[in-house]
């Protein structure tokens, strides 16, 4: 059938998803909810880009999300690959360096 | 925080865990544990429609991960011989994504069908979805208070008084707490005076023991209730809402309110209650919003003692006490209670101890249990017709499923495959019934009286969408069983021999069921017709009853003088006879009278009435007491029976008259002639009252409602009272020859001629304060009606859709009955007549069954009898006619066979 570890298209959203997920912002509805990108199509690009070997995914400290009175979050972070590709992402849409250059969302409760 | 946000937790766990058998197993927790933070996330930050847009989005990505894992594991021969060999759930599931995925593409073949069933059963699945929201709201949740299960209405049929109350207080074990509140006895003006407020007043302790926290300042406390104390008001948040708009510091202002028995006060504002805080069911107040507040009016238990009583008891139980057992002790100690007071009153069954959520929602919940049973039926209805339209086009796939048959597959597959269909079509069904839903349940909101209580808290949330899933998914197993199991049974042979152009037709059995659902569809909606057609006679008899007075062209208005305007009972007289004059001036009034209560207005004036040559009984009949003009019964059209209306005689210092209702003299005097006898009031306990007149009965309270006896008493005797008891103000009826346009301004006009400060308020004509009344029936009874004919229409829309596919699957017998003289008309008329047979096999099952129901209608259907022939003749014939008119066109075409067309292909 299909291969397998076909690369998945650069767009510009998976462009900015690995850009969010670069800048710290690990979480699947943090990262809808610092690119802006509409709900639904956030996590097919994380399938997508996990499948492809781009993504690595690990837990929060379960001590850490106990202290604050929630379950454990799946946090996703970038391979070699990943940042490879995060480096073409930033030379075809630069604008995306702008986009998730903002505070993280705990340095925002901080602030 | 944490707190608010546990049912979202669990609600998340359950759905996730539901979701969660599309992903594949290596990974199936993992995927939870994610989900469940990310939803954990998002529920703490509110529960908008982004959080349920979130929600859904668990379903796709569940779905992206078992396709990528289909992808991801190319079979190898190995796997591929485990997977026919070992049934195991990661491949029973691999297995149904790849049925659905085959339907879903079939579905998409068929977009006519498709839409069709969907919206059938979107409509359905929306419909019980709704009914369940606001049953789910009004009789399931449980009450806003603290341990809401342990809070009982004792004795609710009962008015108690105080002797009664303080038994109790003293004796009873099952409570751990007793509280008195009173209903509908307080009426109330704020500072501007210019409007009135009904309010509702309770002993200090009963906010304290329904457990209710002040939304802002505090509740009173029982030491409000010692003689003396200042007292106070409590308002409820809607009023503080509307009149303070939320502000602070409107506790500690005062509120002046009058009541018969404490005159008019100024209270200060202690505090509001917290939101949706309610007792008392079927509240008709003045405005549409309740504008009720408790008051701390002490109970004063010697004023009870006159029996004027309007309070009820409410209880919290020991935990531990069963309400049987405190049911009991109160029979017991009642008992003992009558005894004691020389009392021969049999209570019989009326004796008892209910939930307060159950007294509460008591007159709505038949209602809204008849109109799930409709909606049951509804959903029935589509799932009865999808059934029966796979099942037709089943025939059509024979060939397809004979070829899987033949090539080896399971009928256990196949089956399967017809399952992951129609589940495919429930759960799409079920989005469409969602969104529906959500429609439904705002314009149910919009459309339903106020009076329906705890109308607030309905709303879909987590229970209803399980609901509505649940429902899809059974709708979708229920219509796919009976095509899946006949196609499972189907015969290889005669699905590859005889499929294609020549067309199979169906078996025997197969036949056989068809027309029982077509049969039942037509029963069903011939039982909902039915039962809708009764409740709009009952409902036409009740607007159209005669209420024992002229209602048309009857109008009402509250009049109270302005400050320093009255001062006295004799000015008091004096500017209502001015202010009669006035209004009777305006051009078109044919007449005036002031009373204390007009009719239809609620139900106050409570009072116990006896003959004063008897002893007083502790227990005496209770009568509604109204001060009239001279000229009230004359006004409102009420006639005399028998003896005299009041006149310009009876006046203070002459012999003290009454004139009293049918129903009054037979319960006073059973066997005597009333005329000339005297009576004694609770209000006037001290004065005998000669009876000089009877008056026939009128439906004081509403036409629904019972007859209840009336004690009419002059307003120039009765300035004692009203001194006493402070009544401020009096309703005014007006009587025009014809329609009046502008007749409110004109009254208000009219008082202030007399009166520049006078408040004129709450101005309504008869007729629409009778149909008011009747609102809440109404309600049922549009959508009842609106049930029905959903239930109709999808009759019709399953018939057509099956007769369609009948003609199709006869076309070749059809082509050649025509090729050899039959003519259209005759192949038309025979395939209607083959349809009215079944329709009417289906009607009559619907009629039995309307009869065998009939008494579950009881409830609604007064005033005629539950079985109307009229009703259930026009049902059927509807049912009858619309099956006709479904089946016609299918039917014409059947005539319009190309003979030439059919047998060419069949060569």
């Not at chain 2, 009952?538 to 009853?545: A, D, E, G, N």
Request: with cysteine.
């Amino acid at each position: 059938m299909t291969d397998v570890k076909k690369k998945p298209h650069l767009t510009y959203v998976t462009g900015v998803v690995l850009q969010s997920i670069d800048r710290g912002h690990k979480y699947g509805f943090d990262i809808m909810d610092i690119s802006g990108l509409p709900d639904g199509t956030v996590y097919p690009a994380l399938r997508r880009l996990e499948a492809a070997g781009y993504l690595s995914a690990d837990w929060e400290d379960a001590d850490r999300a106990r202290a604050r009175g929630r379950p454990s979050r799946r946090y996703y972070d970038l391979t070699a690959a990943g940042r490879a590709e995060l480096e073409r992402a930033r030379a075809r849409f630069p604008a995306i360096d702008a986009i998730s250059a903002a505070p993280t969302t705990e340095e925002r409760r901080a602030g | 925080m944490t707190d608010g946000r546990a049912p979202w937790t669990t609600f998340a766990r359950g759905y996730l865990l539901v979701v969660s058998v599309v992903v594949p197993g290596r990974r199936r927790s993992d995927w939870r544990r994610e989900w469940l933070a990310e939803l954990t996330h998002e529920a703490g930050r509110g529960r908008g429609g982004r959080f349920w847009r979130r929600v859904l989005l668990a379903i796709p990505d569940s779905i992206r991960l078992r396709l990528l894992s289909v992808r991801a594991a190319p079979p190898t021969i190995g796997a591929a011989h485990r997977a026919a060999l070992v049934p195991s759930p990661g491949r029973m599931v691999a297995g149904l994504a790849r049925d659905a995925r085959q339907s879903a593409r079939g579905l998409r073949r068929q977009p006519g069908f498709t839409t069709l069933t969907v919206l059938t059963i979107g409509f359905g699945i929306g419909a019980a979805t709704t009914m369940f929201t606001l049953v789910d709201g009004v009789l399931l949740e449980p009450l806003p208070y603290e341990s809401p299960d342990r809070l009982v209405a004792v004795w609710p049929e009962r008015w108690f008084s105080a002797s009664l109350f303080e038994l109790l207080e003293r004796e009873a074990e099952s409570y751990e707490a007793l509280a008195v509140w009173g209903p509908r006895s307080f009426t109330g003006f704020d500072d501007a005076g210019s409007e009135r407020l009904w309010g509702a007043r309770s002993s200090g302790d009963f906010l304290t023991l329904l457990g209710a926290t002040p939304a802002v300042g505090r509740l009173y406390a029982d030491v409000d209730d010692d003689a003396g104390a200042d007292g106070g008001v409590v308002l409820t948040h809607a009023f503080w809402q509307s009149r303070y708009a939320g502000r602070a510091d409107a506790v500690g202002s005062r509120l002046r309110i009058a009541n018969g028995e404490m005159g008019e006060r100024s209270l200060p504002i202690l505090g509001v209650l917290p939101p949706r805080f309610e007792i008392q069911p079927g509240y008709y107040p003045e405005y549409r919003a309740p504008l009720d507040f408790a008051v701390t009016v002490p109970f004063d238990r010697e004023a009870a003692r006159y029996r004027s009583s309007e309070y009820r008891v409410v209880g919290r139980l020991r935990p531990g006490v069963s309400r049987e057992r405190a049911a009991e002790e109160l029979e017991s100690l009642a008992a003992a209670w009558m005894i004691e007071h020389g009392l021969d009153d049999d209570f019989g069954e009326s004796v008892d101890v209910v939930s307060l959520k159950e007294f509460m929602t008591g007159p709505v919940r038949p209602g809204l249990i008849l109109l799930f049973g409709a909606v049951g039926l509804i959903l029935v209805t589509a799932v009865v017709n999808v059934a029966n339209l796979l099942l037709a086009r089943g025939l059509f796939r024979q060939r397809d499923v004979s070829v899987r048959l033949a090539l080896g597959a399971t009928p256990r597959r196949v089956v399967r495959l017809l399952l992951a269909e129609s589940t495919l079509l429930g759960l799409v069904g079920c989005v469409v019934g969602m969104a529906l839903a959500v429609a439904g349940v705002g314009a149910l909101r919009r459309l339903l009286p106020p009076t329906v209580p705890r109308l607030e808290s309905v709303g879909l949330d987590a229970g209803a969408l399980g609901f509505g899933v649940a429902l899809a998914l059974v709708t979708g197993w229920m219509i796919g069983i009976l095509p899946g199991w006949y196609a499972g049974r189907a015969d290889v042979r005669v699905g590859l021999v005889g499929s294609g152009a020549r067309g199979a037709t169906a078996g025997a059995g197969r036949r056989r069921t068809r027309a029982t659902l077509m049969a039942a569809e037509i029963g069903l909606a011939v039982v909902l017709l039915a039962s809708a057609g009764l409740l709009t006679r009952s409902f036409w008899r009740l607007h159209t009853l005669d209420p024992g007075f002229d209602a048309d062209g009857l109008a009402r208005v509250y009049v109270r003088p302005g400050a320093g305007a009255v001062g006295s009972a004799a000015e008091f007289e004096s500017y209502f006879e001015q202010v009669d004059q006035r209004i009777e001036a305006i051009p078109g009034v044919a007449g005036a009278a002031a009373t204390s209560q007009a009719p239809i207005t609620g139900d106050g004036g409570v009072v116990g009435a006896y003959r004063a040559d008897a002893a007083e009984p502790e227990t005496p009949p209770r009568v509604r007491w109204r001060q009239v003009s001279p000229d009230y019964l004359r006004v409102v059209g009420a006639p005399l029976l028998a003896g005299r209306d009041f006149d310009r005689g009876d006046v203070a210092g002459a012999e003290p008259v009454a004139i009293i209702s049918e129903q009054a003299a037979r319960t006073l005097f059973p066997s005597e002639d009333p005329l000339g006898r005297r009576i004694r009031t609770g209000f006037e306990s001290d004065t005998d009252v000669t009876v000089v007149g009877v008056t026939g009965d009128i439906r004081l309270l509403g036409p629904a409602e019972a007859v209840v006896p009336i004690v009419y008493r002059p307003y120039p005797q009765t300035g004692e009272v009203r001194e006493r008891m402070g009544f401020a103000g009096s309703d005014i009826v007006v009587r025009t020859a014809g329609p009046l346009p502008g007749l409110q301004v004109r009254l208000r006009d009219a008082v202030r001629e007399v009166d520049r400060l006078g408040l004129v308020a709450s101005f309504e004509t008869m007729p629409e304060m009778l149909s008011r009344t009747l609102e809440e029936r109404r309600t049922t009874l549009v959508l009842l009606g609106a049930f029905a004919i959903g239930v109709l229409l999808l009759g019709a829309i399953g018939i057509y859709g099956v007769t369609g596919y009948l003609v199709r699957e006869r076309r070749r017998e059809l082509g050649v009955r025509l090729a050899i003289g039959a003519s259209a008309g005759r192949v038309a008329r025979e395939v209607l007549t083959a349809v009215l047979r079944i329709a009417a096999v289906g009607a009559g099952v619907g009629v039995a069954v309307s009869i065998a129901l009939a008494g579950l209608l009881r409830h609604f259907v007064v005033e005629i009898a539950a079985i109307d022939v009229a009703v259930l003749t026009v049902s059927t014939a509807l049912a009858l006619a619309v099956a006709a008119l479904a089946a016609f066109v299918p039917a014409v075409s059947a005539g319009r066979t190309d003979p030439v067309a059919v047998l060419a292909a069949e060569g």
